[in-house]
């Protein structure tokens, strides 16, 4: 072998060497990027899980919260339906009483008006049985309509008392 071989053999097992080494450090450099990919990637997925557990909690409260918000609704609905149609009952029973004349609705008189023409005296006399303020009867056809009415404004009241109820219990 001449020393032009010897020379280009060396040159070629330095070389064989370096390359040899630079496929070591690769391979090295990439088991140390792997382990460090594969920490992240089990930090992301602890931090991911926790996430979702916070986010599933809060559904669940929110969902608990709405639940009885509803359940309360629901109540205060029967309530007032159950107080509405007692109302309607009573009413009912009134005028079932003012047709059959078993009741009179009567409005008190105002003795010292001098424009309604009606003398009545203020105190009552001697005479008299009745120490009550004098009264006058209606027609039973205007104490129906007179009892209508106030069924609707009791209606509306008790209405309005479950609205109220509802915003009450939907605010919270």
Do not use: F
Request: proline share 2%; with cysteine.
């Amino acid at each position: 072998m001449t020393p032009m071989q010897k020379l280009a053999g060396l040159v070629l097992l330095v070389l064989v060497l370096m390359a040899g080494t630079a496929g070591v450090t690769w391979q090295v450099q990439d088991w140390r990027m792997g382990e460090k990919l594969a920490e992240q990637a089990g930090l992301h997925k602890d931090d991911l899980a926790a996430i979702s557990n916070a986010a599933a909690a809060q559904a669940r409260t929110e969902q608990d919260k709405r639940l009885a918000a509803e359940q309360r609704a629901a109540a205060a609905d029967q309530q007032h339906s159950l107080e509405l149609s007692n109302e309607q009952r009573k009413q009912a029973a009134l005028r079932d009483r003012l047709a059959t004349a078993d009741v009179r609705l009567s409005v008190l008189l105002d003795a010292t008006d001098s424009a309604s023409g009606c003398d009545v005296p203020a105190t009552p006399g001697a005479a008299g049985v009745v120490h009550a303020a004098r009264r006058a009867q209606l027609d039973p056809a205007h104490a129906q309509r007179i009892v209508a009415i106030t069924s609707d404004g009791d209606s509306a009241v008790i209405a309005l008392r479950a609205c109220q109820a509802y915003v009450r219990a939907i605010a919270r």
